[in-house]
């Protein structure tokens, strides 16, 4: 148990709707990490967030989006879902900021699904 | 920037067999870097990590060493088991992101 969690496990909606995944960062870790991992594409960094702030951002689509609370919890936003967005959806945690020799430690993953 | 190149998989061994997964990376610097392993069904974890050149890091009877002369960081095993059967992922920084691909498939039979 890495001490990250996501919710929901599972999420199956359909095409041009909207979905918010959840992350809980590991207890006194600030940064928290987005990923997506798809079979074509591995594992994509979308997004990072340290103490409540956007600090660097990957390969994220206009339609995403994420915020990270007071609490250091944070939320992925997705909309007008696409067939393509089926993907597994990772969030990550670290202590600081310094990508380069920080351990990050993954959540569970939610399935995303789009029909 | 950074860049990897891990070798495709899927690897299939047999028990007690031994592991070689090449990864060789360029870099600005000499950042530290990292073995990712993930289970199926689970996300990724740390499997180690070596943070200067010629660093050896080791977890779980794998080892890998960050050598700077051949810009490498293959991951070794002596002897396989069955439960190893994972994605093994070699992940070095680029600026302010880990780099993981695809990552490669290990498949072990008894």
């Known amino acids: 148990d890495s001490g990250v969690t996501q919710t929901p496990k599972h999420l199956i909606t359909a095409t041009g709707q909207r979905v918010t995944l959840r992350c809980s960062p590991r207890s006194g870790d600030l940064s928290v990490y987005w990923y997506q991992q798809s079979l074509d594409q591995g594992l994509q960094f979308l997004i990072q967030y340290y103490n409540g702030e956007e600090r660097a951002k990957g390969n994220i689509l206009e339609r995403f989006s994420a915020q990270q609370f007071p609490d250091l919890h944070s939320e992925l936003n997705l909309s007008s879902l696409e067939l393509g967005d089926s993907a597994l959806y990772f969030c990550?945690?670290?202590?600081?900021?310094?990508?380069?020799?920080?351990?990050?430690?993954f959540g569970p993953g939610t399935r995303l699904t789009v029909l | 920037g950074n860049s990897v190149t891990q070798m495709e998989g899927p690897v299939t061994l047999s028990e007690e067999a031994f592991l070689t997964i090449n990864c060789t990376y360029t870099a600005t610097g000499y950042p530290s870097l990292f073995w990712y392993v993930q289970y199926p069904g689970e996300g990724l974890q740390l499997l180690l990590k070596a943070t200067k050149a010629d660093d050896k890091g080791s977890n779980k009877g794998f080892e890998a060493t960050y050598r700077k002369e051949t810009t490498s960081f293959h991951l070794e095993k002596g002897s396989v088991q069955v439960s190893d059967s994972a994605v093994y992922f070699c992940?070095?920084?680029?600026?302010?992101?880990?780099?993981f691909g695809t990552g490669t498939r290990l498949q072990v039979f008894p």
């Open positions: 990550a945690s670290s202590a600081d900021l310094k990508v380069s020799t920080d351990t990050q430690y």
């Open positions: 992940a070095p920084p680029r600026g302010d992101k880990l780099i």
